[in-house]
Nanobody
Framework: QVQLVESGGGLVQAGASLRLSCAAS????????MGWFRQAPRKKREFVAG????????YYGASVKGRFAISRDRAKNTVYLQMNSLKPEDTAVYYC????????????WGQGTQVTVSS
């Protein structure tokens, strides 16, 4: 079983930066992808960024491209989301997710961490 634990959320002003971390634990953790999603109140969950675990190819949602950066530390089983130039519309609960090699979708999820950006 894989467990994902996010950290690093908080309240910041517009224009500030935050870095989220997601530590994964499990006996044999080797996903295909790890990613970040977010969900704001009364909105659908939105893909933010993803990374191919083995080779590091990255993907971004249109609304964050150029401002956010995903990275991973394979030795620590940790994925990061560096968020720069934050906007009030980035306010949401951010979820870490992992897609195992036997799945065609993200099938492990963290509990989420709140990010609030004030104007």
């Amino acid at each position: 079983q894989v467990q994902l634990v996010e950290s690093g959320g908080g309240l910041v002003q517009a224009g500030a930066s935050l870095r989220l971390s997601c530590a994964a634990s499990g006996r044999t953790f080797s996903p295909q992808y790890m990613g970040w999603f977010r969900q704001a109140p009364r909105k659908k969950r939105e893909f933010v960024a993803g990374i191919r675990w083995s080779i590091g190819i990255v993907y971004y949602g249109a609304s964050v491209k150029g401002r956010f950066a995903i990275s991973r530390d394979r030795a620590k089983n940790t994925v990061y989301l560096q968020m720069n130039s934050l906007k009030p519309e980035d306010t949401a609960v951010y979820y870490c997710a992992a897609q195992s090699t036997t799945s065609d979708r993200y099938n492990y999820w963290g509990q989420g961490t709140q990010v609030t950006v004030s104007s």
